[in-house]
Each structure stands twice: as C-alpha cells, then as structure tokens.
C-alpha cells in the first residue's frame, strides 16, 4: 500500500460499463515505492470510503481493489482502502533529514514528524 | 519481499473493516548497501513491531496469507503489503551503522 493525498477528481462519460457508478480519484503518491511507476498522479476508485480532496489516504494497488468492488472482472488496480486520521514517522528512524515528499511536480512537502493538513495550493493538483 | 525499516505507523478510521486489528506502519526500504532509498510504504503490522527494527515485507497474495492464511478466504483483506518478519540481526545493518557513526 501507499500513502498518497487526495488532489483531484476525474469525471467520465464513456467509460467501462463495469466502472459506472463509482468515484474516479486523482491522487498524489508520497515517496512511492514502486519505480517502474513513478509517476506524479494516479487514478484510485474509491469503491465505499469517500474520500475528498484534501484527505491523506492508503492505497492498495493489484488485485484485492477489484474484490472489493465487484469481483475479479473489474477494470481497475487501484483503490482507496484508508482515510487516514493520522500520521507519525520517527525522525531518528527514518534516517538523514528528508522531508516526505511528493513525486512528480513541485514538491509540496511535508515535515517529518506530521502529515501536514492543510490542502494544497489552489491549482497544483489539476491534471 | 523487501527489507526496510519502521518508521512510523498511520491511524485510520476509516478503513477495510477486516483490517481493524492490525496497525498500518509506515516502513522505508533499505537498499542493498542498508541505506534507506527514500521509498515510504504502508504495510500491516500483526507483530507488534516497534518503530526503527528492520523488518521483511511481503507483497500481494503472500501478505494476505501472512495475515490469515486462505487463498480464497482472505479475500475480504484489502491489503497487499504485510510485515511478515522483524529482522534481528543483519550484517548489512551493521555495515550501515559502521557507515553512520564514521
């Protein structure tokens, strides 16, 4: 899983018949561990959690998205599976000074200790 | 699997009720050389890991497993990353604290 904030939303009409019906979120990975997929933005259903622009949240990646939407038929690989409340690192542990970062674009970054709060700036999340 | 270091957990009510027993750590990997890459991830911790160990952890169907054994029965676990091992000793660890207090 990853943690990742919530920056956006996507709309669609024509899309896959089985994807009808549920929410399309643009989402900001912090420091993900994946490289093949480093990219800045990515698309997560969020099949029960509602989830807002603004909100910290896990994501899990491959197959159990699809579970929890409607079985193994489902176009998707990303979900929403946590909102999360809270958030603590500790700064000895994770080693040199590094704030937690996002990837792709400028960085808003985060202080290590606390995730920050505030939303970002109006317009840096936009695809 | 991968090897990396606890570094904090993440609190989340709203989450997969199935997960609700289990903390969310946030874990760093360590590369090769036992440095941390910088690549932050959120596994499931059943071990009750204290924040800085070094730990092994599992992805996909093998994480699930960890949890609660079943290919077919854990399917309601939307999780695909778990702590499976607290590492005790390691001699790349060692290497790295060498590294650190030069």
Sequence with gaps: MILARVVGEVWATRKHRRLQGY???VVRPYCWYEPAHEAGHLVAIDPKLDAGRGDDVIICMGAPPRWQSEGDAMPVEAAVMAVVDRCEIDEAAFGPPRPLEFLGGPPPTLAVGRIRTEPIAPGRGRC | MLKGRVIGEVWATKKCPALAPYRLRLVVEQ???GASTGRVLVAADELDTETGRLVMVSFGSGARNAIR??????????????ITQV???DSAEEDSERDVSR
């Design chain 2, 69 to 82: 054994p079943g290919a077919s029965t854990n399917r309601d676990l939307v999780c695909e990353c778990a």
């Design chain 1, 23 to 25: 929410k399309l979120l």
């Design chain 2, 31 to 33: 590369g090769a050389s």
């Design chain 2, 87 to 89: 590492i005790e000793g």
